[in-house]
């Protein structure tokens, strides 16, 4: 403690122990990048060899073409998906290969698969019974497709409204109507 003398009145100040803390700024951003911000060039070959049996296999095949590329089955999924977000350069060589494979864009093949659904037979059931939890799932997808669900919040109420006019108002309103009709 160091004593110093203000206006003839002695007063204690601490001394400090250790020099004040200066402040560390971090410019390079740090953790991983996501595949998603990964230029194709600078994936890994595994990746890469992915995406080749992607194009190969189809794109129904997602988890089958990641894990014979190597990456690890519980993983596969969502490597595919973090793959293929955000490239449409990749997305529109996959619906040349479709074109190529089946006669017809990844659009046509989706709507191919949804109409067989609708006629889906239970798995387990005896004889060519419905199976109605995918056929209700399916015309589910097809409504989202098509965008025939209403808006999430639709709120609607009746509110009555009380205007208040007064002499100036109405002037306001009388002039406003006759420069209207003057310029149509």
Same mark, same amino acid.
Request: charged share 35%; aromatic share 4%.
């Given at each position: 403690?160091?004593?110093?003398?203000?206006?003839?009145?002695?007063?204690?100040?601490?001394?400090?122990?250790?020099?004040?803390?200066?402040?560390?700024?971090?410019?390079? @951003?740090?953790?991983?990048? !996501?595949?998603?911000?990964?230029? !194709?060039?600078?994936?890994?070959?595994?990746?890469?060899?992915?995406?080749?049996?992607?194009?190969?296999?189809? !794109?129904?095949?997602?988890?089958?073409?990641? &894990?014979?590329?190597?990456?690890?089955?519980?993983?596969?999924?969502?490597?595919?998906?973090?793959?293929?977000?955000?490239?449409?350069?990749?997305? @529109?060589?996959?619906?040349?290969?479709?074109?190529?494979?089946?006669?017809?864009?990844?659009?046509?093949?989706?709507?191919?698969?949804? &109409?067989?659904?609708?006629?889906? &037979?239970?798995?387990?059931?005896?004889?060519?019974?419905?199976?109605?939890?995918?056929?209700?799932?399916?015309?589910?997808?097809?409504? @989202?497709?098509?965008?025939?669900?209403?808006?999430? @919040?639709?709120?609607?109420?009746?509110?009555?409204?009380?205007?208040?006019?007064?002499?100036?108002?109405?002037?306001?309103?009388?002039?406003?109507?006759?420069?209207?009709?003057?310029?149509?």
């Amino acid at each position: 403690m160091k004593e110093m003398v203000f206006d003839g009145i002695p007063v204690l100040i601490k001394e400090r122990e250790r020099p004040p803390r200066t402040i560390r700024i971090r410019t390079k @951003k740090r953790g991983r990048k !996501f595949l998603k911000d990964i230029p !194709f060039s600078k994936l890994s070959p595994q990746h890469k060899q992915a995406l080749d049996n992607l194009s190969l296999m189809g !794109f129904g095949k997602k988890k089958a073409a990641a &894990v014979y590329a190597g990456v690890p089955e519980h993983n596969a999924l969502r490597t595919m998906d973090s793959l293929l977000v955000g490239r449409k350069s990749i997305v @529109k060589e996959i619906e040349e290969v479709c074109q190529a494979l089946y006669g017809k864009g990844t659009d046509e093949k989706v709507a191919e698969v949804l &109409v067989d659904q609708l006629d889906a &037979v239970h798995p387990l059931a005896k004889g060519e019974k419905k199976d109605n939890l995918a056929i209700l799932g399916t015309a589910k997808e097809i409504n @989202k497709l098509s965008d025939n669900y209403p808006a999430k @919040k639709v709120d609607v109420r009746e509110m009555g409204v009380h205007l208040v006019f007064g002499a100036a108002d109405i002037k306001a309103a009388k002039q406003y109507r006759e420069l209207t009709d003057e310029d149509s």
